[in-house]
């Protein structure tokens, strides 16, 4: 199994990024998927979840309107379209099986000027 993301970088304030997350080894097309992310000292905060349908998207409070999650099941890659960034959206950002069962390794996201 190997969840691998990408796409994350350093960018000034107001500035956009878009996350994936290539998904191997288990049947992507079946599970929930969601972003998480965590900056030093701090607890795993949830940003995003989308169903395996993509029927149903969450997000937190933080982040709604701001990004967006998705997913493409031929390339089963899971997306995070992040814009309108904020020096409080730096954090390491991974993406995850809804239940926690798999996690990617992670991928830095810096927003200063």
């Known amino acids: 199994v190997q969840l691998v993301e990408s796409g994350g970088g350093l960018v000034q304030p107001g500035g956009s990024l878009r996350l994936s997350c290539a998904a191997s080894g288990f049947p992507f097309t079946s599970r929930g998927m969601k972003w998480v992310r965590q900056t030093p000292g701090k607890d795993l905060e949830w940003v995003a979840s989308?169903?395996?349908?993509?029927?149903?998207?969450y997000y937190a409070d933080s982040v709604k309107g701001r990004f967006t999650i998705s997913r493409d099941s031929a390339k089963s890659t899971l997306y995070l379209q992040m814009n309108n960034l904020k020096p409080e959206d730096s954090a390491w950002y991974y993406c995850?099986?809804?239940?926690?069962?798999?996690r990617g390794q992670g991928t830095q996201v810096t927003v200063s000027s």
């Open positions: 995850s099986t809804e239940d926690d069962t798999f």
């Open positions: 989308l169903s395996a349908s993509r029927a149903s998207a």
